[in-house]
């Protein structure tokens, strides 16, 4: 079955920038999407489409793809950013969903 | 504005069903395709499968296929995802999240969640 590789944490002091990635062999013809997962809530959508980033969210966070590979950056660190995060894509035909394992940001 | 509310905590024997119920509002609710995502305590997020509320057209991911039916009431806007069979290793947090973008799109809401919990 299809899957999506993810680091499973990423350290960053304050104000500097973390990178996630996320890997996958149909991330070239299937968008990505990142949600972000505080402890005891619901995810919540940071990125979709690769790089769009829905109304509310800060311009910290940005989204970018290089072939198999799509990375969530977020700029200037917060405390506030520390959380899970989970890419999303589907398969092949686009009719099953997949996400990755999840990263664990942790602000220093 | 769009809100997703589903029941409350279950706890069940191995063996057993449980279902759990997703309520829409605030949008039009035949227009989105509903899916269902599980967490286990301290793991990832794992997709169960989806529903068409307006025609009931269901895929199930292939690990719960045979265990898992989602059903949708249109007149009650409420989906349902019953899983039987249960064993400790469906003990989870289950949500219920809209898609955009047609069948493998993505989730802009989710429910509060339904914590299940089986245990002899």
């Known amino acids: 079955s299809y899957e999506l590789t993810q680091p499973p944490s990423v350290s960053v002091s304050p104000g500097q920038t973390a990178r996630i990635t996320c890997s996958g062999d149909?991330?070239?013809?299937?968008?990505a999407y990142w949600y972000q997962q505080k402890p005891g809530q619901a995810p919540m959508l940071v990125i979709y489409k690769d790089t769009e980033r829905p109304s509310g969210i800060p311009d910290r966070f940005s989204g970018s793809s290089s072939g198999t590979t799509v990375t969530l950056t977020i700029s200037g660190v917060q405390a506030e950013d520390e959380a899970d995060y989970f890419c999303q894509s589907a398969d092949s035909i686009h009719t099953h969903v997949v996400f990755g394992g999840g990263t664990k940001v942790t602000v220093l | 504005q769009v809100q997703l509310v589903q029941s409350g905590a279950e706890v069940r024997k191995p063996g057993a069903s449980v279902k759990v119920s997703c309520k829409a509002s605030?949008?039009?609710?035949?227009?989105?395709?509903m899916h269902w995502v599980r967490q286990a305590p301290g793991q990832g997020l794992e997709w169960m499968g989806m529903i068409n509320p307006s025609g009931s057209s269901t895929t199930y991911a292939q690990k719960l296929q045979g265990r898992v039916t989602m059903t949708s009431d249109t007149s009650t806007d409420t989906v349902y995802m019953e899983l039987s069979s249960l064993s400790s290793e469906d003990t989870a947090v289950y949500y219920c999240?809209?898609?955009?973008?047609?069948?493998?799109?993505?989730?802009?809401?989710w429910g509060q969640g339904t914590l299940v919990t089986v245990s002899s």
């Open positions: 149909e991330l070239p013809k299937q968008y």
């Open positions: 605030g949008y039009t609710f035949t227009s989105n395709y």
């Open positions: 999240a809209r898609a955009l973008d047609g069948q493998g799109g993505y989730f802009d809401y």
